[in-house]
Structures are given as structure tokens and as C-alpha cells.
């Protein structure tokens, strides 16, 4: 290997390392947004207060870490959502955050896997 492809890759890797955290933190964003959309809909209602404090939070990167937040912003959303003895009307339930994520763990993993390979194919 000489200098040149050296330089080469190092560029290379240069510019992955600015890409990265960018594609992630859109993949991440899009699939939040899908999970809300699927969270919202089994979300127990009674005023509506509790669906529209509904929250996905732009994913930020730090390091090697990205995160992201979502969830409902009321005093109260705890308290429903992990009550396993409430009534509710179907389709809305207790876990209605929790039980999106679950469900769909191994196809968000899938998709942000494809979505990775496509953006730096």
C-alpha cells in the first residue's frame, strides 16, 4: 500500500465519520415517528390530553452514541400506561409505547440495517 491509498482511505474514513451520525439520527427520527404513529392509535383516550402531549425528540449524537427520545409529556401517562388492571376500550391499552418498540424490534433492526448499507453503498 503507498502513501496515496493511505491518504485515500483515510479520506475515506474521514468522511464516514461525518456521514454516519447523520444517516443514523434520520433512520433513527423515521423510526420513531413510526412507532408514535403505532403507539398513538392503542393509546388510551379519555380528553385527548394524553395522546397530543405524544413527543418523538430529535436524536442526537455524542461520540459513539446516539439516542433518542419519545414518549408522552403528562403528569399522569406512567400511571396508564403501566397499569395492567385499567379497562380499556380496544384498540388502546396499557404498554402502548412499550409494546410497538417490542413488536417491532427485529423489523426496526432490519430497516435500519438496509437503510445503512443503501446510504453508503
Known sequence: MN???LNSNKRII????????????K?????????MNESVR?????????????YVRTPKTHGNETTME???DTDYAIFVHENLEAFHKAPTQAKF????????LPEIKRRIAERMEAEFQ
Open 3 to 5: 502513501l496515496d491509498d
Open 14 to 25: 474521514e468522511e464516514l465519520k461525518r456521514k454516519v451520525p447523520t444517516a443514523i439520527e
Open 27 to 35: 433512520i433513527l427520527w423515521e423510526e420513531g415517528q413510526r412507532i
Open 42 to 54: 392503542i393509546c388510551p383516550v379519555d380528553s385527548g390530553r394524553l395522546r397530543a402531549s405524544r
Open 70 to 72: 419519545m414518549g408522552y
Open 97 to 104: 409505547l412499550e409494546t410497538p418498540i417490542r413488536e417491532n
